[in-house]
């Protein structure tokens, strides 16, 4: 961390806010591309001073958070965590429809507390359906297990990170006072807008190029005639279709190879 403190006064380190300026300014930018992408970010933060800013600012944004303690596998072991998002909905539906009131109370009693388990640790990711796109982590050295399980996945990682941490652990470091409310509301007001800005930048397919589907007439009449003129055509040489394959096939490849490298996940650097 020392490239980001820019002194200390009564052993108290104090942070540079040009670094801090930088940092989140790669941020927003890095979490609007992964979002005008497609992709979710997840937002992590589990302490009790980050808890309510993380509920918030991933609440309005609409994106997945943690803020109860993080659960190992809640990205490696993806399916298993879906699998008990499902037993909340089955629960959730025994509720509702009357089932629960023919059951015990003991029965009743234990499916309650399964289900106020479920809620309180997974919540925040309960629509998400796949892995994301990018984690925002708020202190990095306590959200040690997210980082690992992240790397592991090699999903980017933002991290709002104090002087007690490993700015190499994170994909794009915020140098920052991970342990004040206020600055975690600032830090992620910011990223919540670049979020924000990512949703809009989201291109949905419009109805005007969708090809209009063709009636059954139509169809019938086009085949009809495809048909008549198959049988009408002399036999040709294959030689030639080989040779025209084989001329095209190149350029097809080098457009595949330009298509993934154009769709490809932007490089991020460690500090």
């Known amino acids: 961390?020392?490239?980001?403190?820019?002194?200390?006064?009564?052993?108290?380190?104090?942070?540079?806010?040009?670094?801090?300026?930088?940092?989140?300014?790669?941020?927003?930018?890095?979490?609007?591309?992964?979002?005008?992408?497609?992709?979710?970010?997840?937002?992590?933060?589990?302490?009790?001073?980050?808890?309510?800013?993380?509920?918030?600012?991933?609440?309005?944004?609409?994106?997945?958070?943690?803020?109860?303690?993080?659960?190992?596998?809640?990205?490696?072991?993806?399916?298993?965590?879906?699998?008990?998002?499902?037993?909340?909905?089955?629960?959730?539906?025994?509720?509702?429809?009357?089932?629960?009131?023919?059951?015990?109370?003991?029965?009743?009693?234990r499916n309650l507390r399964e289900r106020q388990k479920i809620e309180r640790n997974l919540s925040g990711i309960r629509d998400m359906s796949r892995l994301p796109g990018a984690l925002v982590i708020v202190d990095a050295h306590r959200e040690g297990n997210a980082l690992r399980e992240a790397r592991s996945l090699r999903i980017p990682t933002v991290c709002l990170i104090d002087t007690d941490s490993d700015p190499d652990y994170a994909d794009i470091p915020i140098p920052g006072n991970d342990d004040a409310i206020r600055s975690i509301n600032v830090v992620l007001s910011h990223l919540a807008t670049a979020v924000s800005e990512g949703m809009r930048g989201r291109t949905a397919p419009s109805q005007d190029d969708r090809p209009e589907p063709k009636r059954r007439s139509e169809r019938e009449t086009t085949a009809r005639a495809s048909d008549d003129g198959a049988s009408e055509k002399p036999a040709v040489d294959a030689a030639p279709a080989?040779?025209?394959?084989?001329?095209?096939?190149?350029d097809s490849a080098a457009a595949e190879a330009g298509d993934v490298a154009t769709s490809s996940v932007p490089e991020t650097s460690s500090q």
């Not at 080989?242 to 190149?250: D, Q």
Request: zero cysteines; proline letters at 3%; a positive charge.
């Open 242 to 250: 080989v040779e025209s394959a084989a001329s095209i096939a190149p």
């Open 1 to 109: 961390m020392r490239p980001y403190i820019f002194g200390k006064r009564n052993l108290i380190h104090i942070i540079d806010i040009r670094e801090t300026v930088k940092g989140l300014l790669r941020a927003k930018k890095f979490v609007a591309m992964v979002v005008a992408r497609g992709d979710d970010v997840l937002f992590v933060g589990t302490k009790r001073q980050a808890r309510e800013a993380v509920q918030e600012h991933a609440g309005s944004s609409k994106m997945p958070w943690v803020t109860e303690r993080w659960l190992g596998g809640t990205l490696t072991n993806f399916r298993t965590i879906r699998s008990r998002l499902a037993r909340l909905e089955e629960l959730e539906a025994a509720e509702a429809d009357g089932r629960a009131a023919e059951y015990s109370k003991k029965q009743a009693s």
